[in-house]
C-alpha cells in the first residue's frame, strides 16, 4: 500500500454500522480518511466534494437502489463501488456488480472489522483493472493507428505464413490485384499477386524461409509488365508460427527512368547507335575475348566527306535524317555481334569482333562503303555520300582501346589527305600526328615571320614549247625543320582556319610577283595560285580577290584560280554562283587534281570554267596501264568537247609526254620542264623565254 492518503466514503443509513466500518478503517491506518453519507443525494454531494478513492455503498438507501446509482454513474467513474448487503441480498448484490460494482460485502460484525483489508485488496484490484483497461485502450488505439498506416501505404503489404499464404493484406494489395478480402486471404502470395504459377527459388520470400534472414530483390509482374521491389522480413508472431512481412514498391518508373539515363550515357541520341563510352567498354571486352581466342579486332572509323555541306545547304533536320539513314545502313552492313557507334557530328566507328582473317576486315569495309555510298532520298531529294576511312587492329596496332580508336583516327585524317577513301594505320602515321599538333602551333606565326614563299612551275604549251603560265606553290621554311611541304601544313592550315589570312596571302604574294616581273621588263606571265575548300566557301571570294586585284594594279587576265572537283561538287549551286562572280572579274579558273573525285558532267558544263588538269596519279600510269592511258584520253575529250583545255600535271617522263602530246592535250607541267623554283630561279627561267620544244622533240 502505498503512503498517498485514501478517501473512503461510506454510504450507509443504518448508523451504527456506518459508525463501526468508519471505526475500524480508522483505528487501521492513518492514511484512510474517512467521510459518512446517509443517503444517495448526500452521495452524490460528497462524491464532488469530498473526491473518494473508493465508496461503500449500502445497497438499499432511504432515497433509492444503489443498483439506480451504479446504472447512472457507470461511466464517469474513476473509484471502485463495493456494496454492502444485508444477509439474503446476494442476488442483487451480483446485480449490482453487472451495473458496474467492484465486488459485494455482506454487512456482519466480522466484515466490518476485516473492512480495512477489503478495502485495501479493492483499490489494488481497481488500480490493477484501471491499468489494464488503460493498457487495452492504448493497445486498441495503438491498432488502429497500424491498421490505418497499413492500409495508407501505397506499397502493397501482405503478411503470410510458411506456406506463403497470404494471412493479412493491405488495401494497395487489394487494389493492385482487384481481389475481395476472401479471395486473397489463404493464397500463395506469388499466384495471387503477382500471377505466376510457379515459385521462383530467387524469390525474396523463398530464401527468408529457407534462412531466416531478411531478403529483397526484384519481382516481375507476370501481367500487366510491372516492377516490384519486393523485402521479406520473418517475424515471430508466437514461439513456433513464424509469419514473414512482405512489402513490395512498385519500381517501374524508377526503373525505366535508370534504363533511361543508362541508355543515354551510353548511346548517341540522334541514331541510338553506341556512343564513345559504350563502344570503349565494348572495345575492352573485345580485346580481352580476341586475348584468348587468338582473333583479331578491327576498329573501322568513318567520316562522311561532304556531310557539313548538306547539313549547311539542307538544314539540320535534314542533315540529322541523313545520319540516321547512315545509321541504319551501317548496322545492316555488319553482323549483329559488331557495333556500330556514333562519335558525334559525322563520325562513326564499326568494330568489327572475332575476325579470324584479317582480309575479312576488307571484306566488310567494301560491305560498309557500298551501302554508304548507294544514293540516298530524303523527301523529293537525292543524294550520295562518300566517306574516307581509318582502319586499326587488334593486335597488330595495339591492344589498348583508345590507342586503338586514336589510331583509327589518325588512318582516317591520313584517307582524307591522300584523297584516298581508306587508310590502315601505319606506324608512321602515329608519328605524323604526333608532329601535327606541334606544326599547328608554329604555322600560327609562320605569316608573322616571313617563313612563308612561293615557288613557281612552269606550264609549258604543248603547241608551242614555251611557257604557257606558272603555278604558283606554296612552301615553309621552318626555322628549325627546314623546308616543311605543302602536303603536311595545308591540311592542318585548312582544319585550323589559318588557310583563310595565308591563302590570302599567297593571292597578294602571285599579285606583288606579277608586278614585280613586268617591272623587271619581263613577258607578261599568268601565274595560276591553289584555293583551298574553306577560302572557297567564305562566300566573299570574288570581293575579296578584286580587292587583292584592284590593291596591286594587276590586270585579273595574269591570275588564274586552282579549284578542285570536291570543293565545287560540295555545294555545285554555290560554286556555280562562286566562280561566275570570279569569271566576271576576268579571271581564269580551272579545275585542279581532276578525275579524283566525283564530277557531274552535266554540272560541269554550267561552270566557268577554262582548263581542266589532269591529276597527276592518271598521268603516272599513263604508259604502263592501258585503263589509265584510256581515262586521260577521255579527259582530254571531255575538256575538248566542253571547249575547256586539258593540263596534265606531273609529267616526268618522255613517254607520257609524248602520250600527251599524241592524245592532243593542251599544256604540261610537271618535272621534265622543271620542278617548281624559287622566285630568282624562275625568274632567270622566264628571263631566258625558254623553248622546251628540243626537250619534248
Ligand atoms: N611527283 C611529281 N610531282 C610534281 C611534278 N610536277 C609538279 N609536282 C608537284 O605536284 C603538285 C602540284 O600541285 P597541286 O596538285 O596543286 O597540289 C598542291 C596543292 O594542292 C597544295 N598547295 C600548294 N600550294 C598551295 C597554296 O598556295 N594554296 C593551297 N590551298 N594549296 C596549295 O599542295 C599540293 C602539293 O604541292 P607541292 O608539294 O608543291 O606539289 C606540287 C608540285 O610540286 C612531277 O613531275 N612529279
Not at 454510504?11 to 466500518?21: N, W
Not at 490505418?148 to 510458411?162: C, G, L, Q, R, Y
Not at 585579273?556 to 561566275?580: F, G, N, Q, V, Y
Request: hydrophobic letters at 40%; charged letters at 25%.
Amino acid at each position: 500500500m502505498n503512503n498517498l492518503v485514501n478517501r473512503i466514503l461510506v454510504v450507509e443509513d443504518e448508523l451504527s454500522h456506518a459508525k463501526a466500518i468508519k471505526r475500524y478503517l480508522l483505528a487501521y491506518a492513518d492514511q484512510f480518511e474517512v467521510s459518512v453519507a446517509d443517503s444517495l443525494q448526500e452521495c452524490r454531494h460528497q462524491i464532488s466534494t469530498f473526491c473518494p478513492d473508493i465508496l461503500l455503498l449500502d445497497l438499499n438507501l432511504p432515497d433509492g437502489q444503489a443498483i439506480e446509482y451504479l446504472k447512472s454513474t457507470d461511466d464517469k467513474r474513476s473509484y471502485p463501488v463495493l456494496i454492502m448487503t444485508a444477509q439474503g441480498s446476494e442476488e442483487l448484490a451480483v446485480e449490482a456488480i453487472k451495473a458496474g460494482a467492484l465486488d459485494y460485502i455482506v454487512k456482519t460484525p466480522e466484515t466490518f472489522s476485516a473492512m480495512p483489508r477489503i478495502v485495501e485488496r479493492s483499490l489494488r484490484e481497481w488500480s490493477a483493472l484501471q491499468d489494464r483497461q488503460r493498457a487495452d485502450a492504448e493497445a486498441g488505439q495503438a491498432r488502429q493507428e497500424w491498421e490505418t498506416t497499413f492500409d495508407a501505404m501505397s506499397e502493397v503489404i501482405t503478411i503470410h505464413d510458411k506456406q506463403m499464404r497470404i494471412v493479412r493484406a493491405n488495401a494497395a494489395a487489394y487494389h493492385m490485384t482487384g481481389a475481395t478480402p476472401g479471395e486473397l486471404i489463404g493464397q500463395r502470395c506469388c499466384e495471387a499477386l503477382w500471377s505466376k504459377t510457379s515459385i521462383c527459388s530467387e524469390c525474396p520470400q523463398v530464401q527468408t524461409i529457407w534462412d531466416g534472414k531478411s531478403h529483397c530483390g526484384m519481382v516481375h509482374h507476370q501481367h500487366n509488365e510491372r516492377i516490384f521491389e519486393v523485402t521479406t522480413t520473418p517475424f515471430p508472431a508466437s514461439s513456433d508460427l513464424e509469419y514473414y512481412i512482405h512489402v513490395a514498391r512498385d519500381i517501374t518508373t524508377q526503373k525505366k527512368y535508370e534504363k533511361q539515363l543508362e541508355f543515354q550515357a551510353t548511346h548517341d541520341l540522334l541514331t541510338g547507335l553506341t556512343n564513345r563510352v559504350l563502344l570503349k567498354d565494348r572495345l575492352d571486352q573485345a580485346i580481352s575475348y580476341a586475348k584468348r581466342s587468338g582473333r583479331y579486332v578491327a576498329l573501322v572509323l568513318l567520316d562522311l566527306d561532304r556531310f557539313k555541306v548538306v547539313n549547311d545547304t539542307l538544314g539540320h533536320a535534314l542533315g540529322d535524317e541523313l545520319l540516321c539513314h547512315v545509321a541504319i545502313r551501317l548496322k545492316k552492313a555488319v553482323r549483329d555481334t559488331d557495333t556500330v557507334a556514333r562519335f558525334g557530328g559525322d563520325e562513326f566507328v564499326v568494330m568489327l569482333t572475332q575476325v579470324c582473317d584479317k582480309n575479312d576486315v576488307m571484306a566488310v569495309f567494301d560491305n560498309i562503303s557500298e551501302a554508304l555510298t548507294a544514293p540516298y532520298e530524303l523527301g523529293a531529294r537525292r543524294f550520295n555520300l562518300s566517306a574516307s576511312f581509318g582502319v586499326s587492329l587488334y593486335p597488330d596496332h595495339s591492344d589498348d582501346s583508345d590507342t586503338l580508336i586514336r589510331y583509327a583516327d589518325i588512318a582516317m585524317y591520313q584517307a582524307k589527305k591522300s584523297g584516298n577513301s581508306c587508310a590502315i594505320y601505319t606506324s608512321d602515321m602515329g608519328l605524323e600526328g604526333v608532329d601535327t599538333l606541334e606544326l599547328e602551333n608554329d604555322l600560327h606565326q609562320a605569316v608573322e615571320h616571313h617563313q612563308l614563299s612561293l615557288h613557281y612551275q612552269p606550264k609549258v604549251n604543248l603547241r608551242t614549247g614555251q611557257i604557257a603560265g606558272c603555278e604558283a606553290l606554296l612552301r615553309w621554311q621552318h626555322p628549325q625543320r627546314g623546308m616543311i611541304p605543302p602536303a603536311k601544313f595545308i591540311p592542318i592550315a585548312e582544319q585550323t582556319g589559318l588557310i583563310v589570312p595565308i591563302g590570302r596571302w599567297v593571292i597578294e604574294e602571285a599579285c606583288r610577283q606579277s608586278l614585280s616581273w613586268l617591272a623587271a621588263g619581263l613577258p607578261p606571265i599568268r601565274i595560276a595560285v591553289n584555293l583551298s575548300a574553306r577560302q572557297f566557301r567564305l562566300g566573299d571570294l570574288a570581293e575579296t580577290v578584286k580587292e587583292i586585284l584592284d590593291q596591286f594594279g594587276v590586270s585579273s587576265d595574269l591570275l588564274e584560280l586552282e579549284l578542285t572537283e570536291s570543293m565545287i561538287m560540295d555545294d555545285p549551286e554555290r560554286a556555280r554562283k562562286t566562280l561566275h562572280e570570279l569569271k566576271h572579274l576576268g579571271l581564269h579558273l580551272s579545275l585542279d587534281d581532276f578525275g579524283t573525285g566525283y564530277s557531274s558532267l552535266n554540272y560541269l558544263r554550267r561552270f566557268p570554267v577554262d582548263s581542266l588538269k589532269i591529276d597527276q596519279s592518271f598521268i603516272h600510269d599513263v604508259t604502263t596501264d592501258p585503263s589509265g592511258a584510256s581515262v586521260v584520253a577521255s579527259i582530254v575529250d571531255i575538256a575538248h568537247n566542253l571547249n575547256l583545255n586539258a593540263i596534265a600535271e606531273g609529267v616526268e617522263t618522255r613517254d607520257q609526254l609524248e602520250f600527251l602530246v599524241a592524245n592532243d592535250c593542251d599544256a604540261v607541267q610537271g618535272y621534265l620542264f622543271s620542278k617548281p623554283l624559287p622566285v630568282p630561279e624562275f625568274t632567270a627561267l622566264l628571263a631566258e623565254e625558254k623553248c622546251w620544244f628540243a626537250v619534248a622533240d
